[in-house]
């Protein structure tokens, strides 16, 4: 179609419909217009409303589930992560109060242990004192028995010597010597006496 075609056809469809509009009149559409655009929404409403809505519920039902299923599953584990929590503060309070008491029980033993190794150590020291002053008495003793034979057999001969005869009956000798360190024990006994 040509320019010009065009041109007379919209003068006709403009002579034809020269009938003039006013007012309000002319944002109305036509009573044909305003039905079959009707026709057409209620047709799409009807589609909209059997195909489209339940398809649209379903998605919103399913992501519904999924966020309260989710909700609970977070205040399950959240329940969950509390209890975890609770039990070990109360393991940990649990490995303290164990803690001190093994502490305790060790300073306990070991202050037994201490006393213990006191008392034989006590024990021992005396042992080995009594010991000593055993073995002190008995070498004493013998030093004095040592000494009373020396000293009877040098005081034997002196006195043989001073008196002139022999001192060789056994009786007669003992009776000399008892008599000797009888004598010298005094002696050392009231030299003992002045001292003081």
Known sequence: MTTAALTA???????????????????????YDLFWSTVVLVIIAVAFYRFVLPKFQE??????????????????AQAEAAAALAEYHQQLQDARTEAARIREDARVEGG??????????????????????????????QAAV??????GTLAT???????????????RRSRVVERFLDDLEATTTANAGKGN
Do not use: C, H
């Not at 039902?61 to 966020?67: L, Q, S, V, Y």
């Open 9 to 31: 056809a919209v003068l006709t469809a403009a002579e034809s419909g020269s009938e003039e509009v006013k007012g309000v009149q002319l944002l109305l559409p036509e009573s």
């Open 157 to 171: 001969e002196l006195a043989s010597k001073i008196v002139g005869e022999s001192l060789e009956d056994e009786a």
């Open 59 to 76: 998605v919103l039902d399913e992501r519904t589930a999924k966020i309260e299923g989710g909700l609970a599953q977070a205040e399950t």
């Open 112 to 141: 037994t242990i201490v006393a213990e190794l006191r008392a034989k150590a006590t024990e021992d020291a005396a042992r080995i004192a009594e010991t000593a002053q055993r073995q002190i008495e008995a070498e004493r003793q």
């Open 146 to 151: 040592t000494l009373k034979a020396d000293v």
